[in-house]
């Protein structure tokens, strides 16, 4: 518990930025909080791991996730990378996983930017650009949550202070059950 009480104050240090994300709704989930899912069963994830095994959503039922579309050329990504390291430190014990699927980019590049930039999770590649736009997503970075069962819960376009008490507490809760 303390150590989650430390990880809230860092809350004052996450830098909020729309990241070119397009003007949305006060319905969108772009407003600097995470919303409801109400998009019915989660897409399917196809995607490849680093070293080429492809993978899909349900090889990481049973444990919570979050799911998030990235690339190395956009600023509030590179923003967001390591404070999903501490994350899953954060929750560790609870078994929480980070999957950063890649947009599009070259496997050899994303090596290069994970040396630079630190990240623990689960990385995964989308050459074919497709998957993002399968998941509703139209800008980078956008991410998911999703319970242990696979149901995506919550939702985000843009950037994210996953330290800010509102993005905490929806995260507890998929993670708590």
């Known amino acids: 518990m303390e150590r989650r009480k430390s990880f809230q104050l860092l809350g004052g240090m996450a830098l909020m930025a729309a990241g070119g ?8 989930p772009s407003q600097g909080k995470l919303m409801p899912w109400t998009r ?19 090889d990481y039922v049973g444990a919570p996730l979050i799911l998030n579309f990235w690339a190395s050329y956009c600023g509030p990504c590179r923003l967001e990378m390591p404070t ?9 014990d609870k078994k929480l996983r980070v999957l950063a ?10 090596a290069q930017f994970l040396q630079a930039v630190p ?13 993002l736009a399968a998941w509703g997503g139209r800008a980078l970075p956008t991410s998911f949550i999703i319970d242990a069962k696979g149901r ?16 905490q507490s929806k995260l507890q809760q998929v993670i708590e059950g």
């Open 21 to 28: 994300v397009r003007a949305a709704g006060n319905d969108e």
């Open 40 to 58: 019915g069963a989660a897409p399917a994830l196809s995607a490849l791991t680093m070293e080429g095994r492809k993978v899909t959503l349900q």
């Open 84 to 92: 999903f390291s501490m994350l899953l430190d954060l929750y560790s």
């Open 101 to 110: 699927v890649n947009h599009g980019e070259m496997p050899a590049r994303i």
């Open 152 to 167: 995506v819960r919550f939702w985000h376009i843009g950037e994210l202070d996953w330290t800010a008490w509102d993005a």
């Open 119 to 131: 990240f623990t999770g689960d990385v995964l590649l989308d050459r074919s650009q497709k998957q």
